[in-house]
Protein backbone atom coordinates (compact mmCIF):
# COMPACT_ATOMS: atom_id res chain seq x y z
CA UNK A 1 0.00 0.00 0.00
CA UNK A 2 1.74 3.35 -1.18
CA UNK A 3 1.45 6.42 1.08
CA UNK A 4 2.63 9.76 -0.12
CA UNK A 5 3.39 12.45 2.27
CA UNK A 6 2.86 15.93 2.00
CA UNK A 7 4.34 18.94 3.20
CA UNK A 8 2.25 21.66 4.34
CA UNK A 9 -1.08 20.33 3.87
CA UNK A 10 -4.19 22.28 4.22
CA UNK A 11 -5.51 22.24 7.90
CA UNK A 12 -1.98 20.66 9.75
CA UNK A 13 1.55 21.67 10.62
CA UNK A 14 4.27 19.91 9.01
CA UNK A 15 4.04 16.88 7.21
CA UNK A 16 0.41 14.49 6.55
CA UNK A 17 0.15 11.21 5.06
CA UNK A 18 -2.56 10.10 2.70
CA UNK A 19 -2.73 7.12 1.56
CA UNK A 20 -3.80 8.16 -2.31
CA UNK A 21 -2.67 4.94 -4.10
CA UNK A 22 -5.63 2.90 -2.61
CA UNK A 23 -8.18 5.80 -2.56
CA UNK A 24 -7.48 5.75 -6.30
CA UNK A 25 -7.66 2.57 -7.13
CA UNK A 26 -10.78 1.76 -5.09
CA UNK A 27 -12.56 4.90 -6.53
CA UNK A 28 -11.35 4.32 -10.35
CA UNK A 29 -12.27 0.44 -9.88
CA UNK A 30 -15.94 0.86 -8.36
CA UNK A 31 -16.28 3.24 -11.45
CA UNK A 32 -15.74 1.00 -14.17
CA UNK A 33 -17.24 -1.99 -12.23
CA UNK A 34 -14.16 -3.68 -11.84
CA UNK A 35 -12.57 -5.68 -8.90
CA UNK A 36 -11.52 -3.39 -6.30
CA UNK A 37 -10.42 -6.45 -3.81
CA UNK A 38 -12.15 -4.66 -0.91
CA UNK A 39 -13.32 -7.37 1.79
CA UNK A 40 -16.74 -7.25 3.86
CA UNK A 41 -18.44 -9.62 6.12
CA UNK A 42 -21.35 -11.16 4.39
CA UNK A 43 -23.22 -11.50 7.52
CA UNK A 44 -24.22 -15.26 7.28
CA UNK A 45 -21.06 -16.03 9.57
CA UNK A 46 -19.93 -17.77 6.27
CA UNK A 47 -16.64 -15.31 6.79
CA UNK A 48 -15.30 -12.45 3.88
CA UNK A 49 -16.09 -11.97 0.13
CA UNK A 50 -14.59 -9.84 -2.18
CA UNK A 51 -16.95 -7.52 -4.59
CA UNK A 52 -17.45 -5.31 -8.06
CA UNK A 53 -19.12 -2.63 -6.25
CA UNK A 54 -20.27 -0.61 -9.61
CA UNK A 55 -21.81 2.34 -9.21
CA UNK A 56 -25.64 2.62 -10.48
CA UNK A 57 -25.64 5.65 -12.73
CA UNK A 58 -29.24 5.27 -13.75
CA UNK A 59 -30.70 7.41 -10.87
CA UNK A 60 -33.22 5.18 -10.37
CA UNK A 61 -33.29 3.20 -6.76
CA UNK A 62 -32.81 -0.58 -6.69
CA UNK A 63 -35.30 -0.57 -3.90
CA UNK A 64 -37.84 0.91 -6.05
CA UNK A 65 -37.92 -2.06 -8.38
CA UNK A 66 -36.46 -5.04 -6.70
CA UNK A 67 -37.29 -7.17 -3.70
CA UNK A 68 -34.16 -8.24 -2.26
CA UNK A 69 -33.90 -11.27 0.26
CA UNK A 70 -33.54 -10.75 3.72
CA UNK A 71 -30.40 -13.06 3.58
CA UNK A 72 -27.84 -14.88 1.75
CA UNK A 73 -27.37 -13.91 -2.12
CA UNK A 74 -30.00 -12.22 -2.50
CA UNK A 75 -29.74 -9.45 -0.01
CA UNK A 76 -29.04 -5.67 -1.37
CA UNK A 77 -25.92 -5.92 -0.27
CA UNK A 78 -24.42 -8.22 -2.64
CA UNK A 79 -26.83 -6.76 -5.27
CA UNK A 80 -24.63 -3.23 -5.06
CA UNK A 81 -22.01 -5.67 -5.30
CA UNK A 82 -22.45 -6.58 -9.08
CA UNK A 83 -20.65 -5.07 -11.70
CA UNK A 84 -21.22 -0.88 -13.03
CA UNK A 85 -22.76 -1.94 -16.52
CA UNK A 86 -24.73 -4.78 -15.66
CA UNK A 87 -26.08 -3.32 -12.63
CA UNK A 88 -27.53 -0.73 -14.76
CA UNK A 89 -28.60 -2.98 -17.23
CA UNK A 90 -30.54 -4.61 -15.16
CA UNK A 91 -32.17 -1.66 -13.08
CA UNK A 92 -32.89 -0.09 -16.20
CA UNK A 93 -35.11 -3.41 -17.19
CA UNK A 94 -36.51 -4.08 -13.67
CA UNK A 95 -37.74 -0.49 -14.13
CA UNK A 96 -39.47 -1.30 -17.50
CA UNK A 97 -40.89 -4.85 -15.97
CA UNK A 98 -42.40 -2.94 -13.19
CA UNK A 99 -43.89 0.05 -15.03
CA UNK A 100 -45.66 -2.84 -17.38
CA UNK A 101 -46.48 -5.01 -14.88
CA UNK A 102 -46.97 -3.04 -11.73
CA UNK A 103 -44.89 -5.58 -9.87
CA UNK A 104 -40.99 -5.89 -8.36
CA UNK A 105 -37.94 -7.94 -9.45
CA UNK A 106 -37.30 -10.45 -6.53
CA UNK A 107 -33.82 -10.69 -6.27
CA UNK A 108 -33.09 -14.69 -4.99
CA UNK A 109 -29.20 -14.48 -6.18
CA UNK A 110 -26.91 -11.71 -6.90
CA UNK A 111 -23.07 -11.44 -6.52
CA UNK A 112 -21.88 -14.95 -5.15
CA UNK A 113 -18.20 -15.17 -4.67
CA UNK A 114 -16.29 -18.15 -5.46
CA UNK A 115 -16.87 -19.79 -2.10
CA UNK A 116 -20.57 -19.57 -2.26
CA UNK A 117 -20.44 -21.26 -5.52
CA UNK A 118 -18.40 -24.15 -4.16
CA UNK A 119 -20.77 -24.42 -1.66
CA UNK A 120 -23.57 -24.13 -4.08
CA UNK A 121 -22.19 -26.38 -6.01
CA UNK A 122 -21.26 -29.25 -3.39
CA UNK A 123 -25.12 -28.30 -2.16
CA UNK A 124 -26.02 -30.07 -5.62
CA UNK A 125 -23.80 -32.32 -5.86
CA UNK A 126 -24.56 -33.88 -2.22
CA UNK A 127 -28.11 -33.77 -2.81
CA UNK A 128 -27.82 -36.30 -5.59
CA UNK A 129 -27.25 -33.76 -8.86
CA UNK A 130 -24.60 -35.01 -11.83
CA UNK A 131 -25.09 -35.19 -15.56
CA UNK A 132 -28.28 -37.16 -15.40
CA UNK A 133 -30.24 -35.33 -12.70
CA UNK A 134 -29.37 -31.50 -13.53
CA UNK A 135 -31.91 -30.24 -10.87
CA UNK A 136 -31.31 -31.76 -7.25
CA UNK A 137 -31.90 -30.44 -3.98
CA UNK A 138 -34.00 -27.59 -5.18
CA UNK A 139 -30.74 -26.38 -7.16
CA UNK A 140 -30.25 -26.13 -11.39
CA UNK A 141 -27.11 -27.55 -12.24
CA UNK A 142 -24.53 -24.65 -10.67
CA UNK A 143 -21.82 -24.07 -12.69
CA UNK A 144 -18.02 -24.69 -11.07
CA UNK A 145 -17.75 -20.65 -12.42
CA UNK A 146 -20.37 -18.83 -12.30
CA UNK A 147 -21.02 -15.19 -13.74
CA UNK A 148 -22.57 -14.44 -10.40
CA UNK A 149 -18.95 -14.43 -9.35
CA UNK A 150 -17.87 -12.20 -11.75
CA UNK A 151 -20.84 -9.58 -11.17
CA UNK A 152 -23.05 -9.74 -14.16
CA UNK A 153 -25.78 -12.07 -13.13
CA UNK A 154 -28.81 -12.34 -10.94
CA UNK A 155 -31.29 -15.33 -10.13
CA UNK A 156 -35.02 -14.00 -9.83
CA UNK A 157 -38.14 -16.40 -9.33
CA UNK A 158 -39.18 -13.69 -12.54
CA UNK A 159 -37.14 -14.85 -14.93
CA UNK A 160 -39.65 -16.51 -17.36
CA UNK A 161 -42.00 -13.66 -16.57
CA UNK A 162 -39.80 -10.96 -17.07
CA UNK A 163 -38.65 -12.51 -20.46
CA UNK A 164 -41.83 -12.90 -22.13
CA UNK A 165 -42.67 -9.16 -20.79
CA UNK A 166 -39.97 -6.90 -21.84
CA UNK A 167 -37.06 -7.53 -24.35
CA UNK A 168 -34.03 -8.29 -22.13
CA UNK A 169 -31.36 -7.81 -25.43
CA UNK A 170 -32.48 -4.54 -25.60
CA UNK A 171 -30.62 -3.74 -22.32
CA UNK A 172 -27.34 -6.64 -23.81
CA UNK A 173 -29.14 -9.21 -21.48
CA UNK A 174 -29.75 -12.45 -21.74
CA UNK A 175 -32.50 -15.15 -19.95
CA UNK A 176 -30.99 -18.54 -19.28
CA UNK A 177 -34.45 -19.90 -19.90
CA UNK A 178 -32.97 -20.99 -23.36
CA UNK A 179 -29.85 -22.63 -22.58
CA UNK A 180 -29.86 -26.04 -23.56
CA UNK A 181 -30.41 -26.89 -19.41
CA UNK A 182 -32.37 -24.07 -19.01
CA UNK A 183 -32.05 -22.15 -15.90
CA UNK A 184 -35.18 -20.13 -15.74
CA UNK A 185 -34.44 -17.59 -12.67
CA UNK A 186 -31.14 -16.19 -14.59
CA UNK A 187 -30.36 -13.45 -16.27
CA UNK A 188 -26.85 -12.35 -17.54
CA UNK A 189 -24.86 -9.86 -19.25
CA UNK A 190 -25.77 -11.40 -22.89
CA UNK A 191 -22.26 -11.13 -24.17
CA UNK A 192 -20.71 -13.30 -21.42
CA UNK A 193 -19.76 -16.82 -21.35
Not at 29 to 35: K, L
Not at 48 to 55: A, N, Q
Not at 101 to 117: E, H, I, L, N, P
Not at 158 to 172: S, V
Request: glycine share 14%.
Amino acid sequence: MACWRVAGAPGGVGEVYFNHGRYAIDVLAAAVGAPVGSSKSDGTGQGVYDGFYGENTTGIDPSEVFIFSTSGTGTRERFDQLQGSFKDAIIKAAKEYKDKTGSKVRVTSAFRSQADQDLLYQRWIDAGGGPDKPKAGGIITPAKNSNHSQGIAIDSSEGAQINRTIDLAKYGLLWGGIWSRPDPVHIQLKNSP
